[in-house]
């Protein structure tokens, strides 16, 4: 059944994002796949936080949150993201980037697409924060087919759990 349970999981395909936080003149940002629009009207979109991940904390006090959206060209912000290398409180010092205009969260110049987003609620959910969040600013950067979970060797499936993706030929 588990064996069962995570193929099914891993089939749930998903967009690949950094999401990224700023406090206090720090500035962090953790690889992100659990996205996605969650109302039309107005337009809200939910991110699903790990409890345990340092991103976390700074979400639930700032409100506020970037969310850059990788694509097909930054496949490098990906595999930056979900290493060991970035497991540390200050981990954008090798990334380039800009503050968004409003929120002065990190926007990511690799990056696709970059939204501000303020948090409207949020709520817990297992091992993960749900975050519902509004856009209140966007950057267009590259026009670029944005990469899936499709293209990755692995399947995030929460913890430490990672799925190799070519378990059915995916």
Not at 40 to 56: C, I, K, M, Q, T
Not at 63 to 72: A, D, R, S, W, Y
């Amino acid at each position: 059944m588990e064996k069962d349970l995570a193929e099914a999981m891993a089939a749930l395909t998903t967009g690949i994002y950094v999401l990224t936080v700023a406090e206090a003149g720090q500035h962090h940002g953790m690889s992100s796949s659990w996205v996605t629009q969650v109302s039309g009207e107005p337009v809200l979109f939910s991110a699903a936080v790990d409890n345990d991940h340092f991103s976390r904390s700074i979400v639930a006090r700032t409100g506020v949150f970037g969310l850059n959206i990788v694509g097909t060209r930054g496949r490098q912000l990906e595999d930056y993201f979900f290493s060991a290398r970035a497991k540390h409180p200050d981990n954008l010092a090798e990334i380039e980037y800009d503050l968004s205009p409003k929120l002065r969260v990190p926007w990511l110049k690799m990056a696709a697409i970059s939204i501000e987003a303020k948090v409207v609620n949020s709520f817990a959910v297992g091992d993960h924060t749900l975050f519902i969040a509004e856009p209140v600013g966007v950057c267009l950067r590259h026009s670029e087919r944005p990469l899936t979970s499709l293209e990755l060797d692995y399947v995030y499936l929460g913890g430490n759990g990672v799925w190799p993706r070519d378990r059915r030929g995916w």
